[in-house]
């Protein structure tokens, strides 16, 4: 969806960063609001929505499906529903760009309307599995033709009535349970999903406060039941979008690396299904304060500061991993910088992101002079002990914007910065990235 030419940039330490930064809003809950207000009989306001590529190609196939969704101001949006049930056959191909998270919703909410529509995506995402949703949502009766190995390009045929479903998630993917959930607004019946391992919770949190009739019950095991009762009825929201604390850890670990930085970011959401990064640095030693902590829109948000620290190495428990899964990029740069052993395991998922970001990030942190191991299901890094890389390396950012941002943010600490050979993908999920590092810079 980006632009076909590369575009690439280098990051080295211009000093000190310092200043108080507000990041785009939360990409998560920006799809899912533009979902469900489509899905809502009036009008629906946002305000504060990312307007990035990847909630852009939300917005597009929306509208292809027969919302009415319209940009009223910065960040501020205006979208008529056609109800749940109203969804159009879309005439052309669903262009989902480089985003996983509007192709497997979607594939949720056609599977239970009487409409056939085609995905296609930019060549990451036509790597990426599909059969994690496709599997959960046959049991509806929906039809899947897929490219081999379930990729894209692929053509979902919704049945109506679908059948409600009971579904164990074998992965621990927000993905995976919200393409069941959406699947179960349009299904006669209750929907159940069956989550024993927590993720990122905002499908619920929203479909609540659309209206819908929703249940969550924790058993003995701390295994999540989540029932939706379909055929419901969502009525229009304003919903205020918080800061993506995802985002927001690329200039928080840019402050902790770099010598003499005191760096708040404002807004930021602060859901515990998303912050586990934040828990994992302060173990490391980060010194990060929290400030203003404020319901918006169903969630909790603070502003959070962050002062150069010496960190110091850690071992990630496995089950933080859901709940900073789009984070590890730019904490293993972290990691590569502070003092001793980082050991992470438990963290296949990685390999099935925009991009394989555990090979990834290995070799490109290779490449800037950090030591580390890539195993299996983790990395194992030694770090620097604060002293600045070697930099100097051109890295490829594979169509990954967390791969480019997090070595943007290893550029700020190293000898020789850093190039990246293509940052054009960081317009996915935050388009003012690079501005915001200069603005910090000065
Ligand atoms: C997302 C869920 C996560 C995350 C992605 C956004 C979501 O993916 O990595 O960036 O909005 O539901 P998985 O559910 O595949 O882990």
Redesign the pocket.
Known sequence: MHSASPRPASFASHGPLRGSVKVPGD??IS??SLMLSALAVGESRVSGLLEGEDVLATAAAMRAMGATIERTGEGEWRIHGVGVGGLLQPQNALDMGNS??ST??LMGLVASHAISATFIGDASLSKRPMG?VIEPLSLTGAEFNASPGGRLPLMVRGICPAVPVSYRLP????????AVLLAGLNTPGITEVIEPVP??D??ERMLAGFGTKLSIETDAQGTRHIRLVGEAELKPQTIEVPGDP?SAAFPIVAALITPGSEVTVTHVGMNPTRTGIYKMLEAMGADLTYANERIVGGEPVADITARHSALKGIEVPPDVA?SM??EFPVFFVAASMAQGRTTTSGLD?LR??ESDRLALMAAGLKAIGAAVEERADGLVIDGSGGEPLEGGATIASALDHRIAMSFAVAGQNCYNGVTVDDVSPIATSFPTFEAMLAELAQ
């Not at 992965?171 to 919200?178: M, N, P, R, T």
Request: net charge positive; glycine share 4%.
């Open positions: 990409k998560s799809h899912r996983g998270t497997r919703l994690r992965v621990a993917s927000a993905q995976v349970k919200s993720t990122r905002h499908s995802s859901p899964i789009d998922e099935v992101k």
